[in-house]
C-alpha cells in the first residue's frame, strides 16, 4: 500500500463519519481577531508577492488597490481599476495562499446595489475580508488631494448593504469599514461615521490619513470593543509611523503595510535596469540564485509531487521515446553515405 496522504480517510473516524471541512478564510481571520496584541499584513499585489508574505511567517494579508494598480495597469490609484479586474486579481492572490487575506473594496463601484455584487464577489474569489470606503467615484488615494466622501446616509447604507450580502451568500466575511472622512471633512465627522459603521454590522474600523498620534488615540477610544485597522504608509504620509507595539498601546489590532513590497519592488527593478543598460547583470547579491528561484516558485515541490503520478506505462513511454531519439541520432550519424555521384546520362 501507498503511504496515507491529506485525503486519505482518518484512521479515528468510524464508518459514516468524514472528516471536518477545512478552515474557512473567513473563519481563520476571525480568530486572528480574537487574538491578543497587534498584527501585522503586508500589502501584496500578485500571487508571488502574496507567497512571499506566507512564506516570511506573516498570517494575513491586504491588497493594495493602490499597489495592484500600479502592478497591473501601470497607472495611480484614482478609480482606474475596475470590479472585475480588482476580483481577477484577487483570485489570483488568495489561490497562491493558505493564509486570509483582505480585499480592498474601494468605494463598492457604485451603489448600495453595486456594493452588495461587490461583496459577493469577493466572497467567491475566496477572500477573508473586504475593506469598504465612504469615498465618491472616481476615489482618490487615501493619502493625496482632492478626497470628497458620499453623505453620512450613503456611507452608512454602503456597510449595511454589505453585511446584506455577506448573509444572503451564507458567509462569514470580515467586513472592514473605512472613512476618509478625516481629510474630507473633519476628524469629529469621521469619528461619527466610524460609530454608525459599527452599528450598521462593521467587524472592523479603519479610519486612512489620521493626522497625530492622539487622533489615533481618539479612534481607538471609538467603540474599544470593535476591532480597528492602522495604515502605515510608507514613505511620507499623513500619518505617524508607530511600531507594532505602539500601535498596541492606542489599541489597534490590525496593521498594515501598504507600499512596502512595492516600493522595494520598483527600486530593485529599476537598478536592476541600470545594471543591464550599462552592460552588466545586476550583483549576485541583489538577487536570488536560480536555484533560490525556483525554491521560491515551487519548482522542488512540483517535481516531488509529479512522481505521485508516475506510471509504468509513462515511464516505459518515457524510455521508448529517448531509446528512439537517440536511434535517430545514431542512425543519422553513423549511417553510411549513399552514393552522391551524379548519374551517368544514358546513352542514346
Given amino acids: 500500500m501507498g503511504s496515507p496522504n491529506k485525503s486519505d480517510a482518518s484512521p479515528f473516524l468510524t464508518t459514516g463519519e468524514s472528516a471536518p471541512p477545512p478552515e474557512s478564510p473567513a473563519k481563520a481571520l476571525r480568530r486572528i481577531l480574537e487574538l491578543p496584541g497587534v498584527h501585522q499584513g503586508p500589502a501584496c499585489f500578485d500571487g508571488l508577492s502574496a507567497k512571499l508574505i506566507e512564506r516570511a511567517g506573516f498570517q494575513y494579508c491586504f491588497t493594495s488597490g493602490f499597489s495592484i494598480s500600479?502592478?497591473?495597469?501601470?497607472?495611480?490609484?484614482?478609480?482606474?481599476?475596475?470590479?472585475?479586474?480588482?476580483?481577477?486579481?484577487?483570485?489570483?492572490?488568495?489561490?497562491a495562499?493558505?493564509?486570509?487575506?483582505?480585499?480592498?473594496?474601494d468605494n463598492g463601484y457604485g451603489n448600495a446595489m453595486n456594493v452588495k455584487r461587490t461583496v459577493k464577489g469577493f466572497i467567491r474569489a475566496g477572500f477573508a475580508g473586504i475593506l469598504l470606503e465612504d469615498q465618491v467615484s472616481p476615489k482618490a488615494c487615501g493619502h493625496t488631494r482632492g478626497r470628497k466622501v458620499v453623505s453620512?446616509?450613503?456611507?452608512?447604507?454602503?456597510?449595511?448593504?454589505?453585511?446584506?450580502?455577506?448573509?444572503?451568500?451564507?458567509?462569514?466575511?470580515?467586513?472592514?469599514?473605512?472613512?476618509?472622512?478625516?481629510?474630507?471633512?473633519?476628524?469629529?465627522?469621521?469619528?461619527?461615521?466610524?460609530?454608525?459603521?459599527?452599528?450598521?454590522?462593521?467587524?472592523?474600523?479603519?479610519?486612512?490619513?489620521?493626522?497625530?498620534?492622539?487622533?489615533?488615540?481618539?479612534f481607538c477610544g471609538v467603540y474599544p470593543l470593535v476591532p480597528k485597522m492602522a495604515n502605515m504608509l510608507e514613505g511620507g504620509g499623513k500619518t505617524p509611523i508607530l511600531n507594532p507595539l505602539e500601535l498596541e498601546e492606542v489599541g489597534y489590532k490590525l496593521v498594515v503595510y501598504p507600499l512596502s513590497l512595492i516600493g522595494v519592488s520598483i527600486q530593485a527593478m529599476q537598478d536592476a535596469l541600470a545594471a543591464i543598460r550599462g552592460g552588466r547583470i545586476p550583483p549576485p547579491g541583489s538577487m536570488p540564485s536560480f536555484e533560490e528561484l525556483k525554491e521560491v516558485l515551487g519548482f522542488n515541490s512540483y517535481y516531488e509531487e509529479e512522481k505521485r503520478y508516475y506510471s509504468n506505462s509513462s515511464q516505459l513511454s518515457s524510455e521508448r521515446l529517448a531509446s528512439s531519439v537517440y536511434s535517430l541520432e545514431g542512425t543519422s550519424k553513423n549511417a553510411e553515405p549513399k552514393d552522391q555521384s551524379p548519374h551517368k546520362p544514358k546513352h542514346l
Avoid at 73 to 89: A, I, K, N, W
Avoid at 97 to 105: H, L, M, Q
Fill in 70 to 95: 500600479a502592478a497591473t495597469l501601470g497607472l495611480p490609484d484614482t478609480g482606474f481599476l475596475s470590479y472585475g479586474e480588482m476580483v481577477d486579481q484577487g483570485q489570483q492572490i488568495t489561490q
Fill in 152 to 218: 453620512r446616509e450613503e456611507a452608512v447604507m454602503r456597510i449595511k448593504a454589505a453585511v446584506d450580502a455577506r448573509k444572503e451568500s451564507g458567509s462569514d466575511i470580515v467586513i472592514v469599514a473605512r472613512s476618509d472622512a478625516r481629510q474630507a471633512v473633519s476628524l469629529e465627522e469621521a469619528l461619527w461615521r466610524s460609530r454608525a459603521f459599527a452599528d450598521a454590522g462593521a467587524d472592523v474600523l479603519f479610519i486612512d490619513a489620521l493626522a497625530s498620534k492622539e487622533e489615533m488615540k481618539a
Fill in 97 to 105: 495562499v493558505s493564509i486570509p487575506v483582505i480585499g480592498d473594496g
